[in-house]
């Protein structure tokens, strides 16, 4: 049986175990698991045709996992080539209508690298960009906000764009965006929010940016995670790294909050289950206090 609406969490990519290709597979494999949520992995490219996406939208319906997108790594929206800036925007373009085929609302975007600019200058050239591609949207019916909501990624390495502050500046300044929280991003960027304490600092500066509402609509990402003085090196299972899951999961579970959280741990569907054996701990020891 599906989870209650409320927060649900869910794997990036097809579970290891599906047997079959298409994403109507990988659905329905979730489910048969009892994983509530699946982020279609569009990391490299977006091949899902129209058809297609009905077919995904009518087997995440049928078996009540909701969905989400990644769209391609390969989107650097403060590049120096115009060529590759145009490039990135149709990534983003076609990542959000294929998303809105599919029934996939979510659509997480890494936007750009630094480079040598100011990062003041980077966010101006990133939020014009993400502005273009959702008019673009809209010109094929695509309403960002409501068929679709764009989020911009907090990212783990320090020469990539996304620490908190740019993220939720990005998502107060063009309409119908909203952030991705990573957690392991956001620890391994800093080397700290990785405490009860600092889990709740996180949460009070989302609602001091966004608004209480944030808290009805996250969009998660965890897994463990292996970082250096630049930040992330690589996705680790939850076993094998540092980070508080457990406390996180409490500071969610605390504030009530709504959403998705999306497990990007190499152990896959392990982990995912662990997480969610997790989750129902903390739901439980709320209902045995009651």
């Known amino acids: 049986m599906a ?111 630094y480079h040598a600019d100011a990062p003041a200058e980077v ?33 783990g390495r320090r020469s990539q764009f996304g620490d908190l502050d740019e993220v939720l500046a990005l998502c107060r300044r063009v309409s119908g965006t909203a952030p991705c929280i990573d957690i392991a991003h956001l620890h391994a960027r800093t080397g700290g929010w990785n405490a009860p304490a600092a889990f709740d600092a996180l949460w009070d500066t989302v609602v001091g940016a966004l608004g209480p509402a944030a808290l009805d609509d996250v969009h998660v990402h965890i897994s463990g995670i292996a970082y250096g003085p630049e930040g992330e090196k690589k996705h680790l299972p939850f076993g094998e790294a540092d980070l508080d899951y457990r406390g996180f999961l409490a500071s969610l579970h605390a504030r009530g909050a709504r959403g998705l959280v999306i497990v990007e741990s190499p152990a896959r569907e392990d982990d995912v289950l662990l997480l969610m ?7 439980g020891s709320t209902e045995a206090d009651g």
């Open 123 to 155: 966010l101006n050239r990133v939020a014009d960009g993400l502005a273009e591609a959702s008019a673009r949207l809209a010109s094929l019916g695509v309403v960002v906000g409501r068929d679709v909501v764009l989020r911009p990624e907090v990212m």
């Open 3 to 113: 989870a209650e609406p409320g927060l649900r969490i869910g794997i990036s990519g097809a579970p290891a175990s599906t047997l079959r290709s298409g994403s109507h597979h990988a659905v329905a494999r979730c489910r048969a698991l009892g994983i509530d949520a699946l982020e279609m992995a569009w990391v490299h490219s977006v091949t899902l045709t129209e058809a297609a996406g009905r077919r995904v939208r009518a087997a995440a319906a049928a078996h009540d996992v909701a969905l989400s997108v990644h769209a391609p790594y390969y989107i650097n929206l403060n590049s120096a080539e115009p060529d590759k800036r145009a490039d990135s925007i149709a990534r983003i373009v076609r990542a959000g209508q294929a998303a809105a085929w599919a029934g996939a609302r979510n659509v997480v975007l890494h936007l750009a690298w």
């Open 277 to 283: 054996d997790a989750w129902a701990g903390l739901a």
